[in-house]
């Protein structure tokens, strides 16, 4: 299912590491900090960026976004770009959010926790804490967007707040969950959620020369090389890099490249010890409001599409794959919301219809 040859030609590239410098600020948008509790006596600071759409400012649904393993929030901005160029998709205003430790976040704060002990239930943590201060401030979203590891962790939040007996659409008034080339996390029963990524071992072993063990502020985490990051996440199934694909120099020009806890990592794969973090069947079904939409892209080198097609079904019920929208061109690559946001954009727009 996947190519011995892509992950042998990327293990290869893992040469040196990388120091991601702070992006300068966009005009015309508004940055938020926002404090979230990830555990008892353990604070973190999120950076969230507010965008609006300056030719559909108001009356329009507002989305939040977030980004996946070793990304940013400013990943998404491509994609907040062709949402609002995308005029059925009625965006009006767009939230950015970076993870701990990602971006302009803070690292943990308090009681001795390190960046790559972090978890992924930290990260829903903090998913959670920050919609809560969004909504604070009146910003509601409509939309939920999650990307790779951050729609695993949309999907962990979800069903630790259906575990405090609310949902999303609850307790911050979700219409609409937006599940782009999603993770595959465990499920009730196991093992009916089957990753070849993940099960093989294949995620596991290319990760393990990334690893560094022994930063004494990050702690243990993953440092995936800019000359690196191109190649990994735009590379489709037959080894080809996708065109649209920003160089090594431009993932750290534009901020899109972070580290990653191990810890969170490790739990993504189910390795090192870890199991994948277990979410219930139906927790997207109709009876917990949000609608969601899965959105697999066929040439994903880390998800295949039965694999998220299974998810979809597990996640919602639906045999029928209503709202399951697969992207089938040369170029749907797993970072196509970057390289081909508007490709993105337009699945979107029929997961809306």
């Not at 959670?128 to 409509?142: E, M």
Request: proline share 7%; aromatic share 6%.
């Amino acid at each position: 299912m996947k190519s011995v040859a892509i992950w042998s030609r990327l293990l290869s590239l893992v040469t040196f590491l990388f120091a991601r410098p702070a992006s300068a600020d966009q005009p015309g948008e508004q940055d938020l900090l926002l404090q979230v509790e990830l555990r008892p006596l353990v604070t973190a600071d999120i950076e969230a960026h507010v965008l609006v759409n300056p030719d559909h400012p108001s009356g329009g649904r507002t989305f939040v976004l977030l980004h996946g393993l070793a990304h940013t929030g400013d990943a998404l901005r491509p994609l907040v770009e062709a949402v609002f160029a995308n005029k059925a998709l009625k965006a009006s205003r767009a939230v950015l959010l970076s993870l701990p430790g990602h971006g302009g976040s803070s690292l943990p704060q308090g009681q001795g926790v390190l960046f790559g002990d972090l978890t992924l239930d930290d990260d829903a943590a903090a998913l959670i804490g920050a919609l809560d201060a969004l909504a604070a401030r009146g910003l509601r979203p409509d939309v939920l967007v999650g990307h790779s590891m951050g729609a695993g962790i949309v999907e962990h939040a979800q069903d630790r707040l259906i575990d405090d007996e609310t949902d999303f659409r609850t307790r911050f008034g979700i219409k609409e969950v937006v599940l782009l080339a999603s993770t595959i996390p465990n499920a009730v029963p196991p093992n009916v959620l089957p990753w070849d990524l993940a099960d093989s071992g294949a995620g596991a072993a290319f990760l393990a020369p990334l690893v560094i063990l022994s930063d004494p502020i990050l702690g243990p985490h993953l440092s995936i090389p800019p000359a690196v990051w191109p190649g990994l996440f735009f590379t489709n199934t037959i080894g080809d890099l996708a065109p649209g694909a920003p160089s090594a120099a431009d993932v750290v020009a534009q901020g899109y490249i972070a580290p990653e806890a191990l810890t969170a990592s490790l739990e993504m794969l189910g390795a090192g010890g870890w199991s994948r973090p277990t979410v219930g069947p139906g927790i997207f079904g109709r009876r917990h409001g949000s609608e969601a939409c899965v959105i697999a892209f066929s040439e994903d080198i880390f998800i295949a599409v039965d694999e998220e097609m299974a998810l979809y079904r597990y996640l919602t019920g639906d045999t029928q794959y209503q709202r399951f929208v697969l992207v089938t061109r040369s170029d749907a690559v797993h970072d196509m919301l970057i390289s081909a946001p508007d490709a993105v954009a337009s699945a979107m727009e029929t997961c809306s219809k």
